[in-house]
């Protein structure tokens, strides 16, 4: 059985930690919780933080890249072909503009939307058939650029829904990785931790 590999996308350090573009770092160490994993830091020429373990009976790596956002698809890559991951084993987990606060969506491949986290995994994976789970963060109101936006925390109000979004994303990623990406779409797709 091949291993799987789930790459949180993020930005590395502590001023941006609990933004809205690192919600893909935030799932994975919601995974780690769940599962007992802890990520270590790679000690080669590539920043990441990897967590390796037995997850339904799978081999599975969580890796959050600790390069900057754009070139997040440069460690993602060195894991994947490091290991023999293929495409369809690696599920990319990254913040959504288009997709209302509250609401997770797991996807077959596309493009990457603009989001520089997936146009880097894009570049170097040399394809786009992997599965997305994308974490809906919503778009800014007001005169706010997107950027400011989504390299801003989330506000005090919205920290509750966002817990229960952790939640629901990684008992989908557990989904995914026992039952495979139709199960996990099935279940998750329409559920919102809104209240």
Known sequence: MPPYLVAGLGNPGPTYERTRHNV?????????EK?????????GGIPLALAKGNIAGNTVFLVKPLTFMNRSGHAVSHIAFYYKVP???????????????GRIKFTRGGG???HNGVRSLVEHLGGTDFPRLRIGIGRPLGPQSVESYVLSPFDQENIPVMERVLDLAADGILCFLERGLSAAMNEFNGITAET
């Open 24 to 32: 893909g770092f935030m799932v994975l160490d919601r995974i780690a």
């Open 35 to 43: 599962t007992g994993l802890s990520f270590s830091l790679s000690r």
């Open 87 to 101: 495409r369809e084993n690696i599920l990319a987990v990254h913040d959504d503009l288009d997709l209302a606060r």
């Open 112 to 114: 990457h939307g603009g």
